[in-house]
Protein backbone atom coordinates (compact mmCIF):
# COMPACT_ATOMS: atom_id res chain seq x y z
CA UNK A 1 0.00 0.00 0.00
CA UNK A 2 2.81 2.17 1.07
CA UNK A 3 4.59 1.51 -2.56
CA UNK A 4 1.47 2.27 -4.23
CA UNK A 5 0.99 5.81 -2.03
CA UNK A 6 4.83 6.48 -3.55
CA UNK A 7 4.14 5.88 -6.69
CA UNK A 8 0.70 7.83 -7.07
CA UNK A 9 3.25 11.18 -5.60
CA UNK A 10 3.15 13.99 -8.80
CA UNK A 11 5.59 16.13 -9.10
CA UNK A 12 4.47 18.83 -12.07
CA UNK A 13 7.39 19.57 -14.68
CA UNK A 14 9.57 22.97 -14.73
CA UNK A 15 12.10 24.57 -16.80
CA UNK A 16 15.86 23.43 -15.42
CA UNK A 17 16.66 27.48 -16.23
CA UNK A 18 15.12 30.38 -14.49
CA UNK A 19 15.61 33.84 -15.83
CA UNK A 20 17.18 35.93 -12.49
CA UNK A 21 15.87 39.44 -11.92
CA UNK A 22 17.65 42.26 -10.64
CA UNK A 23 14.90 43.07 -8.00
CA UNK A 24 14.49 39.49 -7.08
CA UNK A 25 15.24 40.67 -3.36
CA UNK A 26 12.44 41.41 -1.37
CA UNK A 27 12.33 44.78 0.33
CA UNK A 28 12.99 44.54 4.33
CA UNK A 29 10.94 45.81 7.28
CA UNK A 30 12.98 48.74 7.51
CA UNK A 31 13.56 49.74 4.21
CA UNK A 32 9.40 50.03 4.22
CA UNK A 33 10.27 52.26 7.03
CA UNK A 34 12.25 54.52 5.26
CA UNK A 35 10.68 54.59 1.98
CA UNK A 36 7.44 56.02 4.08
CA UNK A 37 8.33 59.13 4.48
CA UNK A 38 7.12 60.65 1.99
CA UNK A 39 6.50 64.22 0.84
CA UNK A 40 2.81 65.28 1.57
CA UNK A 41 -0.15 66.23 -0.95
CA UNK A 42 -0.19 69.00 0.52
CA UNK A 43 3.65 69.85 -0.22
CA UNK A 44 2.95 69.29 -4.25
CA UNK A 45 6.99 70.69 -4.96
CA UNK A 46 10.09 70.48 -2.93
CA UNK A 47 10.52 73.72 -0.36
CA UNK A 48 13.09 75.52 -2.43
CA UNK A 49 15.20 78.56 -0.42
CA UNK A 50 17.83 81.48 -1.57
CA UNK A 51 21.03 79.16 -1.39
CA UNK A 52 22.53 76.47 -0.37
CA UNK A 53 21.09 75.11 3.38
CA UNK A 54 24.14 74.79 5.79
CA UNK A 55 22.00 73.66 8.90
CA UNK A 56 18.86 71.73 9.53
CA UNK A 57 17.99 71.18 13.41
CA UNK A 58 14.31 70.77 15.15
CA UNK A 59 13.20 71.56 18.23
CA UNK A 60 13.41 69.25 21.07
CA UNK A 61 9.77 70.36 22.40
CA UNK A 62 6.36 69.15 20.62
CA UNK A 63 5.61 69.81 17.67
CA UNK A 64 9.22 69.74 16.51
CA UNK A 65 9.37 72.54 14.50
CA UNK A 66 12.55 73.07 12.45
CA UNK A 67 14.98 75.18 11.76
CA UNK A 68 16.76 76.08 8.24
CA UNK A 69 19.66 77.88 7.40
CA UNK A 70 20.40 79.31 4.01
CA UNK A 71 21.75 83.14 3.16
CA UNK A 72 21.30 85.47 5.61
CA UNK A 73 18.44 83.98 6.92
CA UNK A 74 16.52 81.36 9.40
CA UNK A 75 13.90 79.61 8.15
CA UNK A 76 11.25 78.13 10.75
CA UNK A 77 8.81 75.95 9.62
CA UNK A 78 6.05 74.03 11.28
CA UNK A 79 6.46 70.55 12.54
CA UNK A 80 2.59 70.28 12.16
CA UNK A 81 1.54 71.17 8.56
CA UNK A 82 5.38 71.69 7.41
CA UNK A 83 4.65 75.16 5.84
CA UNK A 84 6.99 78.13 6.05
CA UNK A 85 6.09 79.60 9.84
CA UNK A 86 8.64 82.76 10.51
CA UNK A 87 11.51 84.37 8.97
CA UNK A 88 14.36 85.49 11.15
CA UNK A 89 16.73 87.88 8.44
CA UNK A 90 16.92 91.03 10.37
CA UNK A 91 19.40 90.32 12.74
CA UNK A 92 22.27 88.75 10.33
CA UNK A 93 24.53 90.51 8.28
CA UNK A 94 26.09 87.54 6.22
CA UNK A 95 24.84 83.79 5.78
CA UNK A 96 24.01 81.69 8.34
CA UNK A 97 25.77 78.55 9.23
CA UNK A 98 24.68 76.81 12.44
CA UNK A 99 21.62 76.86 14.56
CA UNK A 100 20.58 75.47 17.49
CA UNK A 101 17.27 75.56 19.52
CA UNK A 102 17.49 75.59 23.47
CA UNK A 103 15.98 72.97 25.46
CA UNK A 104 12.67 74.41 26.40
CA UNK A 105 12.17 75.59 22.27
CA UNK A 106 11.30 78.94 23.12
CA UNK A 107 15.02 80.45 22.11
CA UNK A 108 17.45 79.48 19.66
CA UNK A 109 20.70 80.50 18.62
CA UNK A 110 22.68 80.85 15.57
CA UNK A 111 26.13 81.71 13.99
CA UNK A 112 27.12 83.99 10.67
CA UNK A 113 30.27 84.42 8.74
CA UNK A 114 30.35 87.38 10.31
CA UNK A 115 32.02 86.02 13.37
CA UNK A 116 29.23 86.79 15.92
CA UNK A 117 26.89 84.28 17.20
CA UNK A 118 22.96 85.56 17.92
CA UNK A 119 20.46 84.23 20.78
CA UNK A 120 16.58 84.93 19.40
CA UNK A 121 13.54 84.88 20.56
CA UNK A 122 11.27 82.99 18.35
CA UNK A 123 7.69 84.75 18.97
CA UNK A 124 9.05 88.31 18.51
CA UNK A 125 12.54 87.29 16.31
CA UNK A 126 14.21 89.82 18.27
CA UNK A 127 17.90 89.29 18.96
CA UNK A 128 17.97 88.93 22.89
CA UNK A 129 21.97 88.45 23.13
CA UNK A 130 24.83 89.32 20.74
CA UNK A 131 27.75 86.90 21.71
CA UNK A 132 31.07 88.75 20.04
CA UNK A 133 34.21 86.69 20.11
CA UNK A 134 35.15 85.27 17.20
CA UNK A 135 37.54 86.61 14.65
CA UNK A 136 36.63 84.55 11.69
CA UNK A 137 32.96 83.40 10.38
CA UNK A 138 31.10 80.88 13.09
CA UNK A 139 31.17 77.70 11.67
CA UNK A 140 29.16 75.68 14.94
CA UNK A 141 27.01 76.68 17.48
CA UNK A 142 25.72 74.04 20.22
CA UNK A 143 23.31 74.76 23.35
CA UNK A 144 23.91 71.58 25.67
CA UNK A 145 21.33 69.36 26.59
CA UNK A 146 19.37 70.90 29.52
CA UNK A 147 21.89 73.88 30.23
CA UNK A 148 19.46 77.27 29.10
CA UNK A 149 22.42 79.69 30.37
CA UNK A 150 25.49 78.47 28.37
CA UNK A 151 26.46 77.27 24.30
CA UNK A 152 29.94 76.73 22.55
CA UNK A 153 30.96 77.66 19.48
CA UNK A 154 33.40 77.29 17.01
CA UNK A 155 34.96 79.03 13.43
CA UNK A 156 37.28 79.31 11.51
CA UNK A 157 39.91 80.77 13.87
CA UNK A 158 40.89 77.10 15.44
CA UNK A 159 38.90 78.31 18.16
CA UNK A 160 35.91 76.56 20.59
CA UNK A 161 34.58 79.25 23.00
CA UNK A 162 32.31 78.01 25.93
CA UNK A 163 29.74 80.99 26.41
CA UNK A 164 27.66 82.62 29.27
CA UNK A 165 24.53 83.78 27.59
CA UNK A 166 23.52 85.99 30.68
CA UNK A 167 26.68 88.37 30.91
CA UNK A 168 27.28 87.75 27.26
CA UNK A 169 30.88 86.70 27.78
CA UNK A 170 33.42 84.44 27.04
CA UNK A 171 34.03 81.94 30.26
CA UNK A 172 36.44 79.95 28.37
CA UNK A 173 38.46 79.75 25.07
CA UNK A 174 39.06 76.19 24.09
CA UNK A 175 42.69 75.40 22.43
CA UNK A 176 43.77 72.60 20.43
CA UNK A 177 42.82 73.10 17.10
CA UNK A 178 45.09 74.06 14.29
CA UNK A 179 42.79 74.27 11.58
CA UNK A 180 38.87 75.52 10.98
CA UNK A 181 36.40 74.11 13.22
CA UNK A 182 33.65 73.17 11.46
CA UNK A 183 31.33 70.98 13.53
CA UNK A 184 30.63 70.00 17.14
CA UNK A 185 27.88 68.64 19.45
CA UNK A 186 26.98 68.43 22.69
CA UNK A 187 26.81 65.36 25.15
CA UNK A 188 23.62 64.07 25.39
CA UNK A 189 24.45 62.56 28.86
CA UNK A 190 26.44 65.90 30.57
CA UNK A 191 26.23 69.92 30.00
CA UNK A 192 29.52 69.67 30.52
CA UNK A 193 30.88 68.01 28.01
CA UNK A 194 30.86 68.30 24.03
CA UNK A 195 33.09 67.82 20.93
CA UNK A 196 34.14 69.61 17.96
CA UNK A 197 35.67 68.52 14.51
CA UNK A 198 38.28 70.37 12.64
CA UNK A 199 39.76 70.55 9.16
CA UNK A 200 43.10 69.09 11.13
CA UNK A 201 41.78 65.88 10.99
CA UNK A 202 40.86 65.76 14.63
CA UNK A 203 38.23 65.28 16.71
CA UNK A 204 38.28 66.57 20.70
CA UNK A 205 36.01 65.85 23.55
CA UNK A 206 36.41 68.77 25.82
CA UNK A 207 35.26 69.11 29.48
CA UNK A 208 34.80 72.65 30.98
CA UNK A 209 34.99 71.40 34.44
CA UNK A 210 38.88 69.84 33.49
CA UNK A 211 40.19 72.81 31.45
CA UNK A 212 43.99 72.54 32.80
CA UNK A 213 44.53 69.97 30.31
CA UNK A 214 42.86 71.16 27.09
CA UNK A 215 40.75 68.71 25.89
CA UNK A 216 40.47 65.32 27.61
CA UNK A 217 40.35 63.40 24.32
CA UNK A 218 41.56 63.22 20.65
CA UNK A 219 41.38 61.57 17.74
CA UNK A 220 42.15 61.19 14.24
CA UNK A 221 39.97 61.30 11.56
CA UNK A 222 42.67 60.98 8.71
CA UNK A 223 40.34 63.47 6.49
CA UNK A 224 38.78 66.90 7.21
CA UNK A 225 35.95 66.66 9.66
CA UNK A 226 32.79 67.72 7.94
CA UNK A 227 30.43 66.87 10.95
CA UNK A 228 30.23 64.99 14.27
CA UNK A 229 27.79 63.60 16.53
CA UNK A 230 27.43 61.87 19.72
CA UNK A 231 24.92 58.51 19.50
CA UNK A 232 21.90 58.60 22.27
CA UNK A 233 24.51 56.79 24.87
CA UNK A 234 27.13 59.38 25.10
CA UNK A 235 29.55 56.72 25.00
CA UNK A 236 30.32 56.69 21.35
CA UNK A 237 31.24 59.29 18.57
CA UNK A 238 30.77 59.33 14.56
CA UNK A 239 32.46 61.61 12.71
CA UNK A 240 32.18 62.52 8.69
CA UNK A 241 34.81 63.47 6.81
CA UNK A 242 36.05 62.54 2.98
CA UNK A 243 33.64 59.71 1.86
CA UNK A 244 34.00 57.80 5.05
CA UNK A 245 31.52 57.57 8.19
CA UNK A 246 33.43 56.60 11.67
CA UNK A 247 32.39 55.59 15.05
CA UNK A 248 34.45 56.00 17.89
CA UNK A 249 34.10 54.33 21.20
CA UNK A 250 34.87 56.99 24.20
CA UNK A 251 34.16 54.83 26.76
CA UNK A 252 36.81 52.55 25.31
CA UNK A 253 39.64 55.60 24.85
CA UNK A 254 39.02 56.71 21.45
CA UNK A 255 39.07 53.19 19.93
CA UNK A 256 37.85 53.24 16.86
CA UNK A 257 35.00 50.57 15.76
CA UNK A 258 33.96 51.42 12.48
CA UNK A 259 34.06 52.35 9.29
CA UNK A 260 31.72 53.42 6.23
CA UNK A 261 32.63 54.22 3.18
CA UNK A 262 29.65 54.00 0.77
CA UNK A 263 29.61 57.47 -0.73
CA UNK A 264 31.18 58.31 -3.63
CA UNK A 265 31.94 61.76 -2.55
CA UNK A 266 32.31 64.40 0.43
CA UNK A 267 30.26 63.22 3.45
CA UNK A 268 28.68 66.91 4.65
CA UNK A 269 26.13 65.78 7.00
CA UNK A 270 25.10 63.15 9.69
CA UNK A 271 22.74 62.98 12.07
CA UNK A 272 20.62 60.32 14.20
CA UNK A 273 17.61 58.41 13.14
CA UNK A 274 15.01 56.95 15.72
CA UNK A 275 12.87 53.49 13.87
CA UNK A 276 10.53 53.42 16.69
CA UNK A 277 11.74 50.40 18.69
CA UNK A 278 11.13 51.47 22.59
CA UNK A 279 12.85 48.42 23.92
CA UNK A 280 16.06 46.92 23.26
CA UNK A 281 19.59 48.16 23.34
CA UNK A 282 20.39 51.54 21.90
CA UNK A 283 21.84 50.45 18.55
CA UNK A 284 18.66 48.68 17.97
CA UNK A 285 16.47 51.21 18.04
CA UNK A 286 18.53 54.36 16.40
CA UNK A 287 20.56 54.39 13.12
CA UNK A 288 23.13 57.10 11.62
CA UNK A 289 21.68 58.93 8.48
CA UNK A 290 24.63 60.24 6.25
CA UNK A 291 23.97 62.78 3.44
CA UNK A 292 27.07 63.58 0.72
CA UNK A 293 27.85 65.99 -2.78
CA UNK A 294 27.35 62.53 -4.71
CA UNK A 295 23.31 62.80 -3.89
CA UNK A 296 22.63 59.96 -1.54
CA UNK A 297 21.56 59.66 1.49
CA UNK A 298 22.61 56.55 3.54
CA UNK A 299 21.16 54.67 6.70
CA UNK A 300 23.38 52.87 8.75
CA UNK A 301 23.06 50.29 11.34
CA UNK A 302 25.77 50.50 13.71
CA UNK A 303 24.84 47.80 15.74
CA UNK A 304 25.53 45.64 12.88
CA UNK A 305 27.81 47.52 10.80
CA UNK A 306 26.08 47.54 7.49
CA UNK A 307 23.91 49.78 5.13
CA UNK A 308 20.29 49.12 5.59
CA UNK A 309 18.96 51.60 3.03
CA UNK A 310 19.64 54.01 0.44
CA UNK A 311 17.96 56.59 -1.42
CA UNK A 312 18.93 59.15 -4.49
CA UNK A 313 18.37 63.05 -4.87
CA UNK A 314 18.84 64.94 -7.89
CA UNK A 315 21.28 67.70 -6.52
CA UNK A 316 24.31 67.64 -3.95
CA UNK A 317 23.08 67.18 -0.19
CA UNK A 318 24.61 69.71 2.38
CA UNK A 319 22.58 68.87 5.70
CA UNK A 320 20.45 66.49 6.98
CA UNK A 321 17.58 66.69 10.21
CA UNK A 322 15.49 63.63 12.02
CA UNK A 323 12.57 64.65 14.42
CA UNK A 324 12.78 63.43 17.75
CA UNK A 325 9.18 61.91 17.39
CA UNK A 326 10.02 59.91 13.94
CA UNK A 327 7.58 61.61 11.97
CA UNK A 328 9.74 63.76 10.21
CA UNK A 329 12.76 63.46 8.03
CA UNK A 330 14.26 66.95 6.11
CA UNK A 331 17.14 66.80 3.42
CA UNK A 332 18.91 70.24 2.99
CA UNK A 333 20.66 70.76 -0.87
CA UNK A 334 23.25 73.11 -2.34
CA UNK A 335 20.70 74.55 -4.83
CA UNK A 336 18.66 76.07 -1.83
CA UNK A 337 15.67 72.93 -1.88
CA UNK A 338 14.41 71.14 1.06
CA UNK A 339 13.08 67.66 0.77
CA UNK A 340 10.75 66.99 3.44
CA UNK A 341 9.10 63.45 4.35
CA UNK A 342 6.78 62.43 6.39
CA UNK A 343 5.20 59.14 7.43
CA UNK A 344 1.41 58.91 6.94
CA UNK A 345 -0.75 59.05 9.97
CA UNK A 346 -4.55 58.92 9.64
CA UNK A 347 -5.96 60.82 12.31
CA UNK A 348 -9.31 59.40 13.53
CA UNK A 349 -10.94 58.76 16.65
CA UNK A 350 -11.25 54.93 15.83
CA UNK A 351 -7.76 53.84 15.42
CA UNK A 352 -5.73 52.97 17.44
CA UNK A 353 -1.23 52.05 17.54
CA UNK A 354 0.21 48.88 17.13
CA UNK A 355 3.29 48.30 16.64
CA UNK A 356 4.63 46.82 12.82
CA UNK A 357 8.19 44.86 13.11
CA UNK A 358 9.88 46.78 15.67
CA UNK A 359 9.56 50.15 13.42
CA UNK A 360 7.66 52.31 14.68
CA UNK A 361 3.54 52.53 15.68
CA UNK A 362 0.83 52.53 13.19
CA UNK A 363 -2.52 53.26 13.74
CA UNK A 364 -5.47 50.66 13.07
CA UNK A 365 -9.08 50.50 12.71
CA UNK A 366 -10.57 49.57 16.57
CA UNK A 367 -12.05 46.02 15.70
CA UNK A 368 -15.42 45.12 17.64
CA UNK A 369 -15.64 42.89 20.35
CA UNK A 370 -16.48 39.28 19.56
CA UNK A 371 -19.43 37.97 20.59
CA UNK A 372 -21.09 34.00 20.36
CA UNK A 373 -23.69 35.79 18.16
CA UNK A 374 -21.52 37.15 15.54
CA UNK A 375 -20.33 34.23 12.83
CA UNK A 376 -16.55 35.79 13.07
CA UNK A 377 -17.06 34.71 16.59
CA UNK A 378 -16.52 30.72 15.03
CA UNK A 379 -13.86 31.80 12.32
CA UNK A 380 -11.45 33.52 15.48
CA UNK A 381 -7.52 32.37 15.17
CA UNK A 382 -6.79 31.42 11.93
CA UNK A 383 -5.29 34.32 10.76
CA UNK A 384 -3.04 34.55 14.28
CA UNK A 385 0.47 35.05 13.35
CA UNK A 386 3.05 32.15 15.50
CA UNK A 387 5.12 33.88 17.98
CA UNK A 388 8.50 33.05 18.38
CA UNK A 389 8.69 29.13 19.97
CA UNK A 390 5.86 27.84 18.36
CA UNK A 391 5.92 25.09 16.40
CA UNK A 392 4.34 25.21 12.84
CA UNK A 393 2.65 22.04 11.46
CA UNK A 394 2.17 23.40 7.71
CA UNK A 395 -0.82 21.66 5.85
CA UNK A 396 0.71 20.37 2.72
CA UNK A 397 0.03 22.41 -0.21
CA UNK A 398 -2.69 20.82 -2.70
CA UNK A 399 -0.58 20.57 -5.89
CA UNK A 400 -2.39 21.78 -9.16
CA UNK A 401 -1.33 19.29 -12.07
CA UNK A 402 -1.83 20.71 -15.75
CA UNK A 403 -2.81 18.45 -18.60
CA UNK A 404 0.61 17.48 -20.22
CA UNK A 405 1.77 16.66 -16.26
CA UNK A 406 -1.34 14.07 -16.58
CA UNK A 407 -0.62 12.78 -19.97
CA UNK A 408 2.87 12.32 -18.93
CA UNK A 409 2.12 10.41 -15.38
CA UNK A 410 -0.09 7.84 -18.00
CA UNK A 411 3.03 7.76 -20.48
CA UNK A 412 1.87 9.11 -23.10
CA UNK A 413 4.72 11.15 -23.97
CA UNK A 414 4.06 12.59 -28.02
CA UNK A 415 0.33 13.64 -26.36
CA UNK A 416 1.93 15.69 -23.65
CA UNK A 417 4.30 17.12 -25.95
CA UNK A 418 1.75 18.43 -27.77
CA UNK A 419 -0.50 19.63 -25.30
CA UNK A 420 2.59 21.89 -23.89
CA UNK A 421 3.08 23.28 -27.97
CA UNK A 422 -0.40 24.00 -27.80
CA UNK A 423 -0.52 25.61 -24.00
CA UNK A 424 1.31 28.73 -25.53
CA UNK A 425 3.81 28.02 -22.87
CA UNK A 426 6.95 28.24 -24.16
CA UNK A 427 8.33 27.37 -20.41
CA UNK A 428 6.43 25.17 -20.02
CA UNK A 429 7.41 23.62 -23.32
CA UNK A 430 10.55 23.63 -22.94
CA UNK A 431 10.19 22.06 -19.26
CA UNK A 432 7.96 19.16 -21.23
CA UNK A 433 11.00 18.18 -23.58
CA UNK A 434 13.33 18.35 -20.56
CA UNK A 435 11.62 15.23 -19.37
CA UNK A 436 11.65 13.79 -22.42
CA UNK A 437 15.10 13.86 -22.76
CA UNK A 438 15.36 12.24 -19.46
CA UNK A 439 13.18 9.62 -19.97
CA UNK A 440 14.93 9.30 -23.71
CA UNK A 441 11.51 9.49 -25.68
CA UNK A 442 12.22 12.81 -26.84
CA UNK A 443 13.00 12.03 -30.56
CA UNK A 444 10.69 9.07 -31.10
CA UNK A 445 7.99 11.47 -30.17
CA UNK A 446 8.92 14.21 -32.72
CA UNK A 447 9.79 11.11 -35.95
CA UNK A 448 5.47 9.81 -34.53
CA UNK A 449 4.18 13.50 -35.30
CA UNK A 450 1.84 13.94 -38.30
CA UNK A 451 2.82 16.67 -40.56
CA UNK A 452 0.16 19.25 -38.97
CA UNK A 453 1.72 18.62 -35.34
CA UNK A 454 5.39 19.02 -37.04
CA UNK A 455 4.41 22.07 -38.57
CA UNK A 456 3.43 23.48 -35.27
CA UNK A 457 6.73 22.39 -33.41
CA UNK A 458 8.57 23.83 -36.43
CA UNK A 459 6.53 27.24 -35.81
CA UNK A 460 7.59 27.11 -31.86
CA UNK A 461 11.18 26.46 -32.66
CA UNK A 462 11.31 29.49 -34.82
CA UNK A 463 10.15 31.50 -32.51
CA UNK A 464 11.72 30.44 -29.54
CA UNK A 465 15.43 28.91 -30.82
CA UNK A 466 17.18 32.48 -30.89
CA UNK A 467 15.59 33.37 -27.56
CA UNK A 468 18.67 32.85 -25.26
CA UNK A 469 16.77 31.45 -22.26
CA UNK A 470 16.33 28.26 -24.78
CA UNK A 471 18.65 28.71 -27.03
CA UNK A 472 20.80 26.45 -25.97
CA UNK A 473 18.86 23.57 -25.54
CA UNK A 474 16.38 24.48 -28.57
CA UNK A 475 19.02 24.69 -31.45
CA UNK A 476 20.32 21.32 -30.90
CA UNK A 477 17.08 20.31 -31.04
CA UNK A 478 16.20 21.93 -33.90
CA UNK A 479 19.30 20.60 -36.30
CA UNK A 480 18.02 17.40 -35.02
CA UNK A 481 14.66 17.84 -36.01
CA UNK A 482 15.72 18.69 -39.67
CA UNK A 483 18.06 16.10 -40.01
CA UNK A 484 15.44 13.51 -39.43
CA UNK A 485 12.21 15.28 -40.92
CA UNK A 486 14.24 16.06 -43.92
CA UNK A 487 11.70 13.96 -46.39
CA UNK A 488 8.53 14.96 -44.82
CA UNK A 489 9.83 18.76 -44.92
CA UNK A 490 10.54 18.56 -48.57
CA UNK A 491 7.37 17.33 -49.49
CA UNK A 492 5.20 20.20 -47.57
CA UNK A 493 5.10 23.53 -48.87
CA UNK A 494 3.73 25.10 -45.69
CA UNK A 495 6.80 23.10 -43.24
CA UNK A 496 9.03 24.71 -46.20
CA UNK A 497 8.23 27.90 -45.28
CA UNK A 498 8.78 27.44 -41.71
CA UNK A 499 12.15 26.22 -42.40
CA UNK A 500 12.70 29.40 -44.39
CA UNK A 501 11.38 31.39 -41.88
CA UNK A 502 13.78 29.45 -39.35
CA UNK A 503 16.86 30.41 -41.30
CA UNK A 504 15.54 33.80 -41.73
CA UNK A 505 15.93 34.24 -37.84
CA UNK A 506 18.99 32.62 -36.89
CA UNK A 507 20.87 34.42 -39.68
CA UNK A 508 19.61 37.62 -38.39
CA UNK A 509 20.48 36.66 -34.59
CA UNK A 510 24.09 35.86 -35.98
CA UNK A 511 24.05 39.39 -37.51
CA UNK A 512 23.05 40.86 -34.24
CA UNK A 513 25.11 38.88 -32.55
CA UNK A 514 28.26 39.62 -34.71
CA UNK A 515 27.17 43.52 -34.15
CA UNK A 516 28.01 43.28 -30.36
CA UNK A 517 30.87 41.87 -30.58
CA UNK A 518 32.31 44.77 -33.14
CA UNK A 519 30.62 47.42 -30.46
CA UNK A 520 32.07 45.63 -27.88
CA UNK A 521 35.40 45.70 -29.65
CA UNK A 522 35.85 49.21 -29.72
CA UNK A 523 34.10 50.11 -26.07
CA UNK A 524 36.61 47.23 -24.14
CA UNK A 525 39.65 49.65 -25.06
CA UNK A 526 38.00 52.78 -24.09
CA UNK A 527 36.79 51.49 -20.73
CA UNK A 528 40.81 50.53 -19.75
CA UNK A 529 42.09 53.78 -20.87
CA UNK A 530 39.74 55.44 -18.47
CA UNK A 531 39.87 52.80 -15.73
CA UNK A 532 43.81 54.18 -15.93
CA UNK A 533 42.99 57.46 -15.25
Known amino acids: MAETQSIARTFPVKPKLKPTSANSSTPTPESKYWKSFKTPKEIQTPQTLVSSINSIVFSPTSPHDFAAAHSATVSIYSGKTLEPKTTISSAFRDTVTSASFRSDGRLIAAGDLSGAVQVLDLKTRVPLRRLRGHTRPVRVVRYPRVD ?29 HKDYVRCGDASPVSDDMFVSGSYDHTVKVWDVRVMNSGSVMEFDHGKPVEDVIYLPSGGLVATAGGNSVKIWDILGGGKLLCTMESHNKTVTSICVGKIGKESGEEAQQYRILSVALDGYMKVFDYAKFKITHSMRFPNPLMSVGFSPDCSTRVIGASNGTLYIGRRKVKESESMELVDVGGFGQVEEPRRRVLRPSYYRYFLRGQSEKPSEWDYLIK ?11 KLLKKFMHKEALLAALNGKNPANVVAVMEELVARKKLMRC ?8 LGLLLKFLQRYSTMPRFSRFLMGLTKKVVEMRAEDIKSSDELRGDIRNLKRDVEEEIRLQQTLLQIQGIVTPLLKIAGRR
Do not use: M, R
Request: glycine share 6%; proline share 2%; aromatic share 8%.
Open 148 to 176: KLHLFSGGDDAIVKYWDITTESKIYDLLG
Open 395 to 405: KPKKIKVTEHD
Open 446 to 453: VSNLETEE
